[in-house]
């Protein structure tokens, strides 16, 4: 099974940048698509992006093209969202997801982004 | 994008009753359809994946049906840790899209 821990967020100023990481335990991934999901608390969830296995094809949702960065290091076993030009509206729960089928099977516990001068 | 649409938005059931759990599509993604338990302060859990396919560890009370637009997660015999909130999410059709939740409550 693979574990998925993240780390990075917290508090950033408007406008500011912030690096989101995720490290992955367990079996081959580079297999793997992997995502970035994110949830203000209490509300729905929302897919921010993805990026194939060999990292060489990336998606973004609309909101965050041209801001957000998603990116990995397969040899580290380690996922990446830069953050830049943040504004209130990215104040959110991100999280890390795995592909599987349909899916999303595999979740990192999440980490806070607040975007607050 | 796909708009899913759950319903209902709450259910109140007992202990040992069933739940049923609708999804609707705004356009069809033939059988790519997910369902997620999630609790406070966790992430989600991948419950069933293409439509029917219950996920590893996931109880055999759970189960997934439908296709095209129209799809249902059911509970049978609910248990106490079945109290949720559960979403649907789509990857039939670019980008993936969740569903608004059904809360589940005793």
């Known amino acids: 099974d693979v574990e998925l821990v993240q780390s990075g967020g917290g508090l950033v100023q408007p406008g500011g940048s912030l690096r989101l990481s995720c490290a992955a335990s367990?079996?081959?991934?580079?297999?793997?698509?992997m995502h970035w999901v994110r949830q203000v608390p209490g509300k729905g969830l929302v897919w921010v992006s993805d990026i194939q296995g060999d990292g060489t094809v990336t998606n973004y949702a609309d909101s965050v093209k041209g801001r957000f960065t998603i990116s990995r290091d397969n040899s580290r076993k380690m996922l990446y969202l830069q953050m830049d030009s943040l504004s209130a509206e990215d104040t959110t729960v991100y999280y890390c997801a795995r592909g599987y089928a349909s899916g999303f099977d595999s979740w990192g516990q999440g980490t806070l982004v607040t975007v607050s001068s | 994008e796909v708009v899913l649409t759950q319903s209902p938005a709450t259910l109140s059931l007992y202990p040992g009753e069933r739940a049923t759990l609708s999804c609707r599509a705004s356009?069809?993604?033939?059988?790519?359809l997910a369902w997620y338990q999630q609790k406070p302060g966790q992430p989600p859990t991948l419950l069933i994946y293409n439509t029917s396919n219950r996920a590893t560890g996931i109880p055999a009370r759970f189960s997934g049906g439908g296709s095209g637009t129209d799809f249902t997660l059911t509970i049978s015999n609910l248990e106490p840790e079945d109290f949720a909130v559960y979403y649907c999410q789509q990857r039939g059709s670019w980008p993936p899209t969740f569903g608004q939740g059904t809360r589940v409550e005793i």
């Open positions: 367990g079996v081959t991934f580079g297999t793997y698509r």
């Open positions: 356009q069809s993604i033939t059988t790519y």
